[in-house]
C-alpha cells in the first residue's frame, strides 16, 4: 500500500533543484526533511525516510530522491 506523502510547504523544486545544482560544485550530500524542512547533509542523494536531527521523524529524503517524487519537478 503506497501513501502520499506530505511536504512541507518550504520543500520547493526550486529548492531542490537548487541543491542539486550547488551539489555538483561541492562534496556536499544535500537532504531535506520534508516533515520540518530543516536542511541535512551528508545523505547518499537516493536516502529515504532517514532520521532528522532537527524534529526526530524519519523523513529526511537526499535530493536527488526528492527530484524523483518532488510534484512540480520535470524530469
Do not use: W
Not at 10 to 35: K, Q, W, Y
Not at 38 to 67: K, R, T
Amino acid at each position: 500500500m503506497k501513501y502520499k506523502l506530505e511536504f512541507h510547504p518550504s520543500i520547493t523544486p526550486e529548492r531542490v533543484m537548487e541543491a542539486l545544482e550547488d551539489h555538483e560544485l561541492s562534496l556536499d550530500n544535500p537532504g531535506f526533511c520534508i516533515s520540518c524542512g530543516d536542511d541535512a547533509e551528508g545523505y547518499e542523494p537516493d536516502a529515504e525516510y532517514c532520521e532528522c536531527e532537527n524534529c526526530g521523524l524519519p523523513s529526511v529524503f537526499g535530493a536527488m530522491q526528492l527530484a524523483l517524487i518532488l510534484p512540480g519537478i520535470t524530469r
